[in-house]
């Protein structure tokens, strides 16, 4: 395969963060709080950037979906070796809605625009743990999907995926063009050096230049903090671990 590889990154806050639900319960508060790009999604990144270095594709592409903040990720997709950024900006309401299936709907028709052969995303984000885009993508497009992917490897026009699966690994093999999704173990992504971040340019478009519909089908009616977890207690024999059941109302 030679050919565009699209990779997705989603910029959200960072994992270091301890998230705060806002006062009046509508989400999460996002203003003044670092973000960066989805653990994941620098891992898809590396990826693409890879097969690049190894010559089976020709040029890498980052796309992220948010407001102007967004260009910030791109630019670290930049540094860590992309050759380009696309910036679909999505903002205010739309942007508080966004979700898998809108995002999956942008990258449908950026890949069909842009005559991709292959699109990485990262299996999911650390913020809503959706786990939905890549394989919505790939059903929007009707390519094959290599999800979960945990070692990569192309054999001529077709791919080969280690995959994580509950039970262990599973190893595949699919046509391309088609969408995989890489998983924690896929690699280890490199550091962003400055010379790349100046260097590349990146296209600005609105979902609505692709012909997407964001509107979404979803209400959020409420963001609550998990409850607090109760101190722990120590018994000494298995009686006492079952009187202690019982009094709770566990069994």
Known sequence: MSGRVLVGVKRVIDYAVKIRVKPDNSGVVTDGVKHSMNPFCEIAVEEAVKLKEKKFIKEVVAVSCGPQQAQETIRTALAMGADRGIHVEVTGKDYDTLGPLQVSKIFAALAKKEDAQLLILGKQAIDDDCNQTGQMTAALL???????????????????????????????????????????????????????????????????????????????????????????????????????????GTI
């Open 142 to 248: 009707d390519w094959p999907q290599g999800t979960f992917a945990s070692e990569v490897s192309l054999e001529g026009d077709k791919i080969k995926v280690v995959r994580e699966i509950d039970g262990g690994l599973e190893t595949i093999k699919i046509n391309t063009p088609a969408v995989l999704t890489a998983d924690l173990r896929l690699n280890t992504p490199r550091y962003a050096t400055l010379p790349n971040i100046m260097k590349k340019k990146i296209a600005q478009v609105k979902p609505a230049d692709l012909g997407v519909d964001i509107t979404s089908r979803l209400e959020v009616l409420r963001v609550d903090e998990p409850p607090q977890r109760l101190a722990g207690v120590t018994v000494e024999t298995v009686d006492d671990l079952v009187a202690k059941l019982k009094e709770s």
